[in-house]
């Protein structure tokens, strides 16, 4: 699987060609940073500089306060819909965590009837998005009286983000070799002892990479959160920003200072768990 | 993986059965939680939405009692559904061809080795990692005609005369919507296809080489079929995802009245919340899932993802 696919030995990494290419490379890390730098740079850029026409590329005075009086902005009450979505991503991720690790491990470990089924049964909910069945979701929601509430956008997460988390640990726990827990039992260790002391340091990297995964897509999570969440301070930061625009004066130096306070710790973890990222997502199918 | 099972014996069916039914049963403790997660909250409300499309349910959300199919009928007479469907057809095939390409050359050229290449592909991941409501935001604003900074770049770099209003009218706004799904689905795509390329030996490409192929006959006869499971896996992940994407139409053509610009997927939103039409939103719901479902089992017909290791 890519998880472990061998680097391919480097060659060429010097020389006119290399210079080619790196200066091919700096142009496509530019192309795709272009939109954030704009949002970081706008984010710094007084009202009137940044509807302004024609724009300037810079801010003529720099305005770091904007991530302080962002806070109080009239259109949304930005502390508590931060507040929203770590609440949210942290507890959605959580139950993944909880329910997805036994489920990986015992799928990776046990053949029995019903195993394939149950694997497809999780797969198939990687193809489904909260988006095609948000009506669904909703009037459920409002029947059960918890539309409107962070448990059910917790509930949400959790199962559209389960089949990534189990995937990948599935791959882990089935690379570790079954006679180092054997070892282990002989020895005296229990099921669950061998679990904690033996086999989850083994995996961990897996464990790691699923938790990031899932906590960034609950974090940017948009459709189903727009539906069900109708109060402003229960909604995500995500849901906050659509406040914003339309409007003619939109105060887009605090939409840009949102993003920016949103996007910068997801990216970072992203980054953590980049080399990993593919495996989970293709299921086992790209070898 | 199977040796620690006892071997079923032939001559006692009633005992194996139990025996399988017993290793069934202790599974079942390890697999509860998602199974409840995934009965509760994907089985239930696709189930439910079902049987809601198939009712009469007022603005307010109260169930006035079984409607036949008069929603699918609704939908059916609704004058801009031949606009919608053709839309999204554009939309899904488009974006996707158009990220597969982009991303078979971008896989190509990072799977090179040359100096800064890991900053490069860290560069290229940020879109996966950030709300994509949020890139659609900055896109919009970026390519107003008096304040947007994209628009007044254009102009300074000399492909534009003058700025261009690409967010004001359905066409040229449907395209930039385009282009953004397209600049979102790129890290994902070019990732799959990179863990693709890295598994083709490096010996093989040299024995193509020694045989005498060029460097696009070793491109189009080695690379591109020893590829093809990723490609089809980065294409149906990708289908799914562009047709469900609600945030960048609803940021970039969300103003535009009517549906002129609307997908299945933004209509269904605009049903459910503009016009409060629930019962009807579930039936082009429904009609929505059976597309979904339909991709799903060309997927594993093509991909085969439950091949074993």
Known sequence: ?287 | MSRADPAPTRSAPTRSARARWARTAAAGPWLVGVLVLIAGVVLFPAGYMLWNSLRDISEFGVDRGPAGLENYQRLAELAALPRVLLNTAVWVVGVVVITVLVSLALAQFLDKAFPGRRLVRMAVIVPWAASVVMTATVFYYGLDPFYGIMNHALVDIGLLDAPYGFTKNTVPAFAVAMGIAVFVSLPFTTYTLLAGLQTIPGEVLEAAQLDGAGRIATYRRVVLPMLRPAIAVATIINIINVFNSLPILRTITGSIPGYSADTTTTLTFKLIQADRQVDTASALSVVNFVLVLAIIVVYVRVARPMREH
């Not at chain 1, 080619?20 to 009137?48: E, N, Q, W």
């Not at chain 1, 962002?70 to 931060?82: A, C, D, G, K, R």
């Not at chain 1, 539309?147 to 959790?158: G, Q, S």
């Not at chain 1, 990031?212 to 995500?236: G, H, K, M, R, Y």
């Open chain 1, 1 to 287: 699987m890519a998880v472990t696919a061998p680097a391919r030995p480097r060659r060429g990494g010097r020389g006119p060609r290399a210079l080619l290419l790196s200066t091919a490379g700096l142009l496509v890390a530019l192309v795709f940073l272009a939109p954030y730098l704009i949002m970081v740079i706008g984010s710094f850029k007084p009202r009137p500089e940044i509807l302004a026409v024609p724009p300037g590329y810079l801010p003529r005075q720099w305005r770091p306060d904007n991530y302080v009086t962002l806070w109080s902005t009239p259109e949304t009450p930005l502390p508590l819909n931060l507040i929203s979505t770590v609440v949210i991503s942290v507890c959605a991720t959580l139950l993944v965590l909880a329910v997805a690790t036994p489920a990986a491990y015992y799928t990776a470990r046990h053949r029995f009837p019903g195993r394939l089924v149950f694997l497809l049964l999780v797969l198939a909910t990687q193809m489904l998005q909260p988006t095609v069945l948000a009506a669904g979701l909703f009037r459920e929601f409002v029947v059960l009286g918890i539309n409107d509430t962070w448990l059910a956008m917790i509930l949400v997460n959790a199962a559209f983000n389960l089949s990534f988390a189990v995937w990948i640990m599935h791959s882990f726990f089935a690379a570790v070799p079954r006679e180092i827990d054997e070892a282990a039992m002989l020895d005296g260790a229990s099921r669950l002892q061998t679990l904690r002391r033996v086999t989850l340091p083994l995996v961990w990297p897996g464990i790691v990479t699923a938790v990031i995964f899932t906590f960034v897509a609950c974090w940017n999570e948009f459709a189903a959160s727009l539906v069900i969440l109708t109060t402003d301070a229960n909604q995500p930061l995500s849901v906050a920003l659509t406040k914003f625009a339309g409007q003619y004066d939109s105060a887009w130096q605090y939409v840009f200072a949102i993003s920016v306070v949103a996007i910068a710790p997801v990216v970072l973890l992203f980054a953590l768990i980049e080399r990993r990222l593919v495996a989970g997502l293709t299921a086992g199918s790209v070898k």
